[in-house]
């Protein structure tokens, strides 16, 4: 996407070919940081420290993770069991993004099915670029299919303004290109359709307030940042047209992780009649679980992440802890909306219903 007139993605592979880019989302917007990762352990720590989030970039990462411990190991004596330890300890980074199990081993059967090592390295390598690419074209697809419902609700609205409520950060910046969530609304902006955002702070780390408001003012789209607990007050009063958010795992019968605080949104959309849909790419299917609060893993993460909160003062970066000192806090990252709240996904393949029978219909080598 474009930043202040230049492309930018969240992740690249240098021109050196060994090295990983990234931008350090933890700063954003307040400061513009691109760090470097050149082992797996380098993607480990950008993963679980959130460098880097999202699923699908998570998914991207890890790929590149893989290709890191190809270059790293498969030279060395015993390199193909280092490099399967590396990519074990790649798979527990985080638990919940689905794409994270997807890519490191989508990466390691292509990589590990050649026979040479230079082929294997370069196989790792060109997979990952690809598993790259090939989100790029999801995410552009899922803006194409979600659009058609935001064009919906505006003819139907005389071309008045479209409020679309989204939480937490399923934009490029979560993604490569595009996002998910905010595919659709990238797209109808773009063909010129009025659209306003309502953004979630989304506490903890306020992955709305910094990420989600930061990309949708570059690119000029009007937005207005909300705590987490006003989204039911502007639907009750007739300010959301739809809400649209992403997941990190989806069952193939409806049921998603996201963001903690999604479950209350989708609960609130349900009381309003307001459609309530989540965007996603093929990658962040489960294929292999059919009940959601029962089998997704849900994150818990450092308490201090809830104690205290980030932002600018006097020009720095700081912390302030909010809290009394020795209260307990409570960190988890995700919650799970079941199907029966959610509208529908938009997938790059189309929309469905968030049921078995709609997400096969679409996926039909799935079944
Ligand atoms: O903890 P995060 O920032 O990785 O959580 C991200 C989300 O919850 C996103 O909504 C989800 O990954 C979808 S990304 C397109």
Aim: charged fraction near 25%; hydrophobic fraction near 40%; include cysteine.
């Amino acid at each position: 996407m474009k930043v202040d007139g230049k492309d930018l993605r969240p992740i690249w592979l240098d021109e050196n070919l060994e090295t990983v880019k990234i931008i350090d989302q933890r700063k954003l917007p307040h400061e513009f940081v691109i760090v470097d990762l050149k082992t797996t352990d380098d993607t480990i720590l950008a993963i679980k420290e959130m460098y880097v989030r999202g699923a699908p970039l998570i998914g991207v990462t890890a790929a590149y993770g893989v290709f890191l411990a190809a270059l790293t190991f498969l030279n060395q004596p015993d390199g193909e069991e280092k490099m399967i330890a590396a990519c074990n300890r790649l798979r527990a980074a985080r638990p919940t993004a689905v794409n994270l199990l997807w890519a490191v081993d989508q990466v390691m059967k292509s990589a590990l099915a050649r026979d040479d090592i230079a082929d294997r390295i370069e196989t790792a390598r060109r997979e990952a670029l690809s598993i790259e690419e090939f989100e790029v074209e999801n995410c552009k697809n899922i803006g194409l299919h979600g659009c058609e419902l935001i064009e919906a609700i505006s003819k139907k609205k005389s071309g008045e303004t479209v409020n679309v409520l989204t939480h937490c950060n399923a934009g490029w910046l979560a993604c490569v290109e595009y996002g998910t969530a905010t595919a659709p609304i990238y797209t109808a902006f773009d063909k010129g359709i009025n659209v306003h955002v309502w953004v979630d702070e989304t506490r903890p780390l306020n992955q709305g307030s910094r990420l989600t408001a930061w990309e949708l003012g570059k690119h000029g789209i009007a937005h207005t940042v909300i705590t987490d607990n006003a989204g039911g007050h502007v639907m009750q009063h007739g300010k959301v047209d739809m809400v649209i958010v992403g997941t990190d795992r989806a069952t193939y019968t409806g049921d998603v992780a996201n963001k903690i605080g999604t479950y209350l949104k989708a609960l609130a959309a349900k009381d309003n009649n307001i459609p309530f849909y989540v965007a996603l790419p093929s990658s962040t299917f489960d294929w292999n679980i059919s009940d959601g609060l029962k089998d997704i893993p849900i994150e818990t993460r450092d308490p201090d992440e809830v104690r205290y909160v980030q932002g600018l003062h006097d020009g720095e970066l700081k912390s302030v802890l909010v809290p009394p000192e020795n209260s307990g806090a409570m960190n988890f990252a995700f919650d799970v909306t079941p199907a029966r709240l959610v509208t529908g996904f938009i997938t790059e393949r189309g929309v469905c219903k968030a049921t078995e029978k709609g997400v096969k219909q679409l996926f039909p080598e799935k079944r």
